[in-house]
């Protein structure tokens, strides 16, 4: 049974008297973030998980909960920031229409069971969790259509016609003017309710992903609002404001892309992007800034879970083969923020969507440091038949023995125990492309 949304009053208020810049900041002349980042992003596992395809509920809360707990034990120790999905899109702009069907049987709401996972996911899971929304679409389904087109906020031709943006599950989506939004206050007002809400957003995560925070849709690329006149440089200025408007409520924003229908990249104003492939430019994040200053996702969870069909065991034992990339982006990050050589050099495949394209070279024989770890692990992967004996890494070395242990999303089941001679070690039991994990025994 699909729920049915209870209509929201959302009524316009007068311009602010304080708000933040809608200026340009020129990276280029400073060289660091317009204000600190609140998330080390390079230094952290992020990564979306959606919990809502279309009016279908594939994740309640406490079934969240659970793929958090084994996907804690996949990634080691390291820190993690998700971005949960649980918005349907046709109900944009409304960021308040939360499926009763997440909700614990023992809570009154879903916004309060919503609350309670994301605590415990900070608490047990070693987990920040936020929300992926979406400031640039409307759905005529949605509660607040009628509003949202009163007031001109839908994008609309110069005879009045809300314009066709892209459909999205058989839903016709109709792009919104950012900046008639912010003239009339509503952008404030759901940013702030949704802050009232989610007191962790400002309190923990303090991270919020949006998505298709771009400056133009398909079907308009050179005008945003042929209706209203507004300049598409009038729309850039208030994405701005968006961008500071967040951070001033102590939350940076991430978004979809970097470039992807923009005018400009945002660089000191967003510090991680979901896609980082820029297709006509043929550029990636990383050919422009090092990624403290600009990061990506190492690990695609969302993708892999509905690449096996919602099966959370198969999807995360895909990611396992994963995991060597999220080791060695962070050590690059690490690098490069210390103002080392990178250990691991950037390099790609030409354009690819999702963020799986691999580095290379990949380090021969395999062993990768896990800096983040205080027991010295580092990480092992096969390569070929004859690729049995690894050596020691400097933060390893002086060890008589190695526990090797296989990584599983219930924990580090060990293998064996090895002897170190000469500073290697030996496993020929390794299943090639598998990392394994080995602790050092002093």
């Not at 311009?15 to 980042?37: I, K, L, N, T």
């Amino acid at each position: 049974m699909k729920p049915v949304w209870p209509p929201i009053e959302f009524k316009p208020i007068a311009s602010m008297q304080q708000e933040p810049s809608g200026a340009p900041y020129d990276f280029a002349a400073h060289g660091v973030p317009e204000r600190p980042w609140l998330q080390p992003y390079h230094r952290m596992c992020v990564t979306k998980l959606c919990l809502i395809q279309g009016d279908e509920v594939k994740y309640d809360f406490l079934q969240t909960f659970e793929i958090l707990k084994q996907f804690d034990r996949l990634t080691r120790g390291l820190k993690k920031l998700i971005y949960l999905v649980v918005f349907p899109d046709h109900v944009y702009p409304c960021w308040f229409c939360l499926d009763e069907r997440f909700k614990r049987p023992q809570d009154a709401s879903a916004w309060e069971s919503l609350r309670w996972l994301m605590k415990e996911a900070r608490e047990s899971c070693n987990t920040l969790l936020s929300l992926h929304i979406n400031m640039l679409d409307a759905y005529r389904e949605s509660p607040w259509w009628e509003t949202y087109e009163k007031y001109d906020i839908v994008h609309k031709q110069k005879d009045g016609t809300p314009s066709k943006g892209t459909v999205w599950g058989g839903h016709q989506s109709y792009p919104l003017s950012y900046y008639q939004e912010w003239r009339l206050g509503f952008a404030q007002k759901r940013i702030d309710r949704l802050i009232t809400l989610l007191p962790d957003l400002q309190h923990h995560t303090k991270s919020i992903h949006i998505d298709a925070f771009q400056c133009w849709e398909n079907n308009y690329p050179s005008q945003p609002s042929p209706y209203l006149g507004h300049s598409q440089e009038r729309e850039c200025e208030t994405m701005r404001r968006i961008f500071r408007y967040w951070r001033d409520r102590g939350i940076d924003v991430t978004a979809e892309g970097f470039l992807h229908k923009r005018n400009e990249d945002f660089a000191g104003l967003q510090p991680w992007c979901w896609l980082p492939y820029h297709k006509a430019s043929d550029l990636h994040i990383w050919d422009c800034y090092p990624p403290h200053i600009y990061s990506t996702a190492s690990l695609n969870l969302a993708k892999t879970l509905r690449e096996h069909n919602w099966d959370v065991k198969q999807g995360l034992e895909r990611l396992v083969f994963d995991l060597p990339r999220l080791v060695i982006n962070y050590i690059r990050g690490q690098d490069l923020e210390e103002g080392r050589k990178p250990t691991y050099p950037f390099e790609r495949e030409p354009y690819i969507k999702t963020p799986r394209a691999p580095f290379k070279p990949l380090p021969k024989p395999f062993v990768l440091p896990m800096p983040w770890r205080e027991d010295r692990a580092f990480m092992i992967r096969r390569e070929d038949d004859l690729d049995v004996t690894w050596p020691l890494p400097e933060g390893a070395r002086g060890a008589s023995a190695v526990k090797i242990c296989r990584i599983t999303s219930e924990g580090e089941k060990e293998q064996c125990v090895t002897t170190v001679n000469n500073g290697y070690f030996t496993f020929c039991e390794a299943e090639p492309n598998r990392p394994y994990i080995v602790i050092p025994r002093f």
